[in-house]
Every structure is written in structure tokens, then in C-alpha cells.
């Protein structure tokens, strides 16, 4: 099973601020989905096979990273982005969820 | 509209079994896969199960495998999740959901709880 790690776990950010969120896999996967949940609804696609910006995600948003190593950044953090963050790696089964990140508002 | 409706939640014992079902609309049901993903309380997200357009494969991790069956019903747009011999473990929220490329969820219903207690 491919196991991944999510970092950090929790983080507060400013408006306008440029913020990092990190997804690490146990071993090397072909590509990483991304899943905004925000507090008491369902989450949603954000972004799929690494840098695809599903519809209706700003542009603020992209995804990078290859391997084991990914990435999820906002170019300028604003009041609506204030969710939990989950990586997804769809390469092989069992499909696996990371922990997931908390971005809070400053 | 994409639409997914869950019902069938709630509180059982331990070793009981509950049936769930997720009304679908808004796309061609037949033309997805389709698949269950819960969350603990509190929890982050863990996938259960995923079903082929067809029935004809399913797919489940170690943790259910044997005790859970999803299962489909293309005529009525209708997906199931059938979970035997329920543990403490499983209580969380349910979500349907169907799969788009790569193994990625695009669409997600609202979610039904389960909770397993004596």
C-alpha cells in the first residue's frame, strides 16, 4: 500500500500570502489528485493528475511534483481558501488518501 | 446537474449489517465507475470500495474486503454498499462517489452516517 504524507498538518496563512502545501509518497506514483474539503460539507476535486485545475478552481491555484514528491501552492492566499487539503494517488490499489493539511485563515 | 443522494444510515450493533444506496442523476450512470469512500469522525478520507460500469469488477481494500459488497444498479441509476459483520471501526461518514481519469472522485454525494455501537 502506498502510504501519504501530508505536511504540514495545520497552518494559518495571511491574505495575499503565498502558501505550500506538501504531499510525500512511500513510493513513486504516476500522478496526485487534490481534494478541498471545507468545515461539515463533502470534499471536492481540485486538482487532478498533479497540475490539472478541476472546473471552477481559480487560477491562483497549481499543482506540481513527479515521483514522490508533490506539491499544492495558492499564488495569494484569500478568505475562501480556508479548508482541509487531501492528496490522492490513484496509481495503484488500494487507492490512498494522504492525512490531510488544515489551512486556516490568519 | 451531477447529483448524488445517499440514504440508509445509522446506528447498528457491532457484527449487525446495513445497507446503503445512492441515488444518481444529472449524467449517464452506466458510462462510470462509480465508489464508495467513508471518513471517520474527525478523520481524513479512506476508500472502500469501486465498481465497474458494468458490475462485473469490484475493487476494495484489505480493511472490508470479505465483510463489504458494493454492488450496482444501472436501470435504476442506483449504487449499494451491502456491510456485514460491522465493527467500531467502520463508524463514519459515507460518501458516494464517481470516478473520473486516473482514479480521481469528481463528483461527491452529501454523505450518510454510520455509526456502530452497542
Known amino acids: 500500500e502506498i502510504v501519504l504524507t501530508q505536511s504540514p498538518t495545520t497552518m494559518a496563512a495571511s491574505p495575499g500570502e503565498k502558501v505550500t502545501l506538501t504531499c510525500r509518497a512511500s513510493?513513486?506514483?504516476?500522478?496526485m489528485h487534490w481534494y478541498q474539503q471545507r468545515s461539515g460539507t463533502s470534499p471536492k476535486l481540485w486538482i487532478y493528475?498533479?497540475?490539472k485545475l478541476a472546473s471552477g478552481v481559480p487560477n491562483r491555484f497549481s499543482g506540481s511534483g513527479s515521483g514522490t514528491s508533490y506539491s499544492l501552492t495558492i499564488n495569494s492566499m484569500e478568505t475562501e481558501d480556508a479548508a482541509t487539503y487531501y492528496c490522492?494517488?490513484?496509481?495503484?490499489?488500494?487507492?490512498?488518501f494522504g492525512g490531510g493539511t488544515k489551512l486556516e485563515l490568519k | 446537474e451531477v447529483q448524488l443522494v445517499e440514504s440508509g444510515g445509522g446506528l447498528v450493533q457491532p457484527g449487525r449489517s446495513l445497507k446503503l444506496s445512492c441515488a444518481a442523476s444529472?449524467?449517464?450512470?452506466?458510462?462510470?465507475?462509480m465508489a464508495w469512500v467513508r471518513q471517520a469522525p474527525k478523520k481524513g478520507l479512506e476508500w472502500v470500495a469501486t465498481?465497474?460500469?458494468?458490475?462485473?469488477?469490484?475493487y476494495y481494500p484489505d480493511s472490508v474486503k470479505g465483510r463489504f459488497t458494493i454492488s450496482r444498479d444501472n436501470a435504476k441509476s442506483s449504487l449499494y454498499l451491502q456491510m456485514n459483520s460491522l465493527k467500531s471501526e467502520d463508524t463514519a461518514t459515507y460518501y458516494c462517489?464517481?470516478?473520473?481519469?486516473?482514479?480521481?472522485?469528481?463528483?461527491w454525494g452529501q454523505g450518510v452516517m454510520v455509526t456502530v455501537s452497542s
Open positions: 462517489a464517481r470516478h473520473a481519469i486516473r482514479g480521481s472522485f469528481d463528483y
Open positions: 444529472g449524467f449517464t450512470f452506466s458510462n462510470y465507475y
Open positions: 465498481i465497474s460500469t458494468s458490475g462485473s469488477r469490484t
Open positions: 513510493s513513486s506514483v504516476s500522478y
Open positions: 493528475e498533479t497540475s
Open positions: 490522492q494517488q490513484g496509481s495503484s490499489y488500494p487507492w490512498t
